[in-house]
C-alpha cells in the first residue's frame, strides 16, 4: 500500500466497541531531528518544556539506555511531562521496549489510556517482520478503542536485527500506522556478528586502497598509496530507502555515539539525507542543530531547483540551462527539493 492509496477504512478494526478511528495521515511535516531524553532523568526532563518548538521530535526513551531499574520512572515520568507540558509544533514520541521484554505490555498499556491522545508515534525497536508490528497494530487498536482516543498512534519501526532487514520490505507494509524505520547500527552491528564497537560512524578499517603505480606495467607496492574509508551503512541505508519509498513512509538515519565528532556525524547524516532519509536521531542537544541544517535542502539547491521547476514549462521534453540537459526526470528531482522546502517553511 502506498501513502496515495491509504483511506480512512484502512484503519477500521472490526472491535466490538469503539467506531473505527480516522485515519491520520503522516505528518507532512517531515522529523529530521528525533531528539531523545530519558524521562526519568530529573535534569534531562526538567529541560524538555524548553525545547518545544526548537526540534521537530521530542522522544521519550523507556528502551535501551534506561536502566532495567528505571523502566518504571521512566515511563511514569513519561506520563507526567506529555500531562504537563503543551507541545505546540513539536511531536512527542516514544521509544518503547522491545517486544520479547518483560516491559512493553507495561509500556503500552500505561501510556496509551494515559497519554494516548498526545503521543504522534511510537517507535518499536527490534522489530523482526510483519508480525510484529501486526502485534503492535492491533493492541494499540485495542487500547486506543478502549480509550476512546479519535486520533491512531502511528508506529516507527527500528531495523536493527538482520531478520528485520531482510523482511524491510514487509514490515514497511505491514499496517497503515507506519510512520518511517530508522536505522539502530549498534544493535544491528551486534546481531550481525560486524567487528565494530561504535554506536553509527565509520570504521578506519573499512577502507579500499588506491591501486598501485606502474612502471612498464610493473605495480610498484613500495609506494604510498591513498586509502578511503567506505561507508559500513550504505547497503543498509539504501535497502531501507528503497522499501520506505515503496511504502510510502519515511527513512531516517539514527544515532551517532559519539558526540564529540560533530564533523563526522555531520558527514553520516549527510549521506543518509543525501541518499533519500528525511531525518535523524539526536542524543544530544548539539546534534539538533546539525541535524536541522542537514536535512533541509540549502538555499542554492532550492534556488537551482526552482529555475528547473521554471524553465521546464508545462514539464515535458527538454532544455539547456546553464550548458546541462534537464528534462521530466531531472525536473521530479527538483520537485523533490522544491516540496521539502515548501513543507520545511509552512
Ligand atoms: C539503536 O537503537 C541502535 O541499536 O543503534
Ligand atoms: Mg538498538
Redesign the pocket.
Known amino acids: 500500500m502506498t501513502a496515495a492509496s491509504r483511506s480512512p477504512k484502512d484503519f477500521f478494526r472490526p472491535l466490538a466497541v469503539g467506531a473505527p478511528t480516522p485515519l491520520r495521515e503522516i505528518p507532512a511535516r517531515p522529523s529530521r531531528a528525533i531528539h531523545f531524553f530519558d524521562p526519568s532523568n530529573p535534569k534531562m526532563a526538567a529541560k524538555v518544556p524548553d525545547m518545544v518548538g526548537k526540534v521537530d521530535v521530542l522522544l521519550g526513551n523507556l528502551?535501551?539506555a534506561i536502566k532495567a531499574d528505571n523502566k518504571e520512572a521512566a515511563r511514569e515520568g513519561l506520563v507526567r511531562i506529555a500531562q504537563e507540558t503543551d507541545f505546540g509544533p513539536t511531536q512527542l514520541w516514544t521509544?518503547i521496549n522491545a517486544l520479547d521484554s518483560p516491559w512493553v505490555l507495561d509500556d503500552l498499556t500505561t501510556l496509551v489510556p494515559a497519554i494516548g491522545d498526545k503521543l504522534d508515534v511510537i517507535m518499536v525497536?527490534?522489530v523482526q517482520g510483519a508480525e510484529d508490528i501486526h502485534y503492535v497494530d492491533r493492541l494499540l487498536a485495542q487500547l486506543e478503542a478502549k480509550a476512546g482516543l479519535e486520533k491512531p498512534i502511528l508506529v516507527h519501526a527500528?531495523l536493527?536485527t538482520a531478520r528485520g532487514v531482510a523482511n524491510v520490505e514487509e514490515i514497511c507494509g505491514a499496517s497503515p500506522r507506519m510512520q518511517g524505520l530508522?536505522?539502530?547500527?549498534?544493535?544491528?552491528?551486534?546481531d550481525r556478528r560486524m567487528k565494530t564497537t561504535r554506536?553509527?560512524g565509520g570504521h578506519p578499517g573499512y577502507l579500499v586502497r588506491e591501486d598501485p603505480p606502474r612502471i612498464d606495467g610493473v605495480a610498484n607496492l613500495e609506494a604510498s598509496r591513498a586509502t578511503y574509508q567506505q561507508d559500513l551503512w550504505h547497503y543498509t541505508i539504501a535497502r531501507m530507502v528503497d522499501a520506505c519509498a515503496m511504502h510510502g513512509i519515511y527513512p531516517y538515519y539514527?544515532?551517532f555515539?559519539d558526540i564529540s565528532d560533530t564533523t563526522a556525524c555531520e558527514d553520516q547524516f549527510r549521506n543518509a539525507f543525501l541518499l533519500g532519509c528525511v531525518g535523524t536521531?539526536s542524543l544530544h542537544p548539539k546534534q539538533i542543530a546539525i541535524a536541522n541544517r542537514v536535512f533541509s535542502p540549502s538555499v542554492e539547491d532550492v534556488a537551482h531547483a526552482r529555475r528547473v521547476v521554471a524553465a521546464m514549462g508545462d514539464g515535458t521534453g527538454a532544455v539547456m540551462l546553464d550548458g546541462k540537459m534537464e528534462d521530466d526526470a531531472s525536473l521530479k528531482q527538483c520537485l523533490v527539493m522544491v516540496e521539502l522546502a515548501e513543507q520545511l517553511a509552512a
Open positions: 528502551e535501551d521509544r525497536p527490534k527500528i536493527e530508522s536505522l539502530g547500527p549498534a544493535d544491528l552491528a551486534a554506536v553509527g539514527g544515532p555515539g536521531w
